[in-house]
């Protein structure tokens, strides 16, 4: 997919700090944000509510990610490589995974954990 359709509104807000964003999204819940395809390599993301959040076709190689809310986020077609404190549980939060690039293990663990997390879903 790759494609680089995000909201430039929604990514200047998360790029300001998750303080800024998480404050940001508790005083508009109803705007679901997209992110699709957009780079946030290294980003540091702990603590992020990325709750629903479009991040299909994100790079998020070597983000840390660490508590960050990933209910029914959507990472499929996601760069998923070197993130820092992923675990299998916000990943089985996830609405989709399909054609994510998850390390080996990390992959394992989600087929182990969270079967047919992996393939592909019908929108």
């Known amino acids: 997919m790759k494609d680089k359709d995000y909201n430039q509104e929604h990514y200047d807000k998360l ?18 944000p997209l992110l699709r395809g957009a780079d946030l390599r290294t980003s540091d993301l702990r603590e992020a509510n990325l709750e629903g959040v479009d991040l299909r076709g994100a790079n998020l190689w070597a983000a840390g990610l660490q508590g960050a809310d990933l209910l029914d986020a959507d990472l499929g077609d996601t760069t998923l490589l070197g993130v820092s404190n992923l675990t299998v549980g916000q990943v089985c939060e996830t609405k989709n995974l399909y054609q994510a690039i998850l390390s080996v293990e990390l992959e394992k663990q989600t087929k182990e954990k969270c079967p047919g997390k992996l393939a592909k879903i019908d929108f």
Not at 15 to 32: D, F
């Open 15 to 32: 790029k300001e700090g998750v303080e800024s964003w998480n404050e940001w999204r508790e005083e508009n819940p109803t705007i679901q």
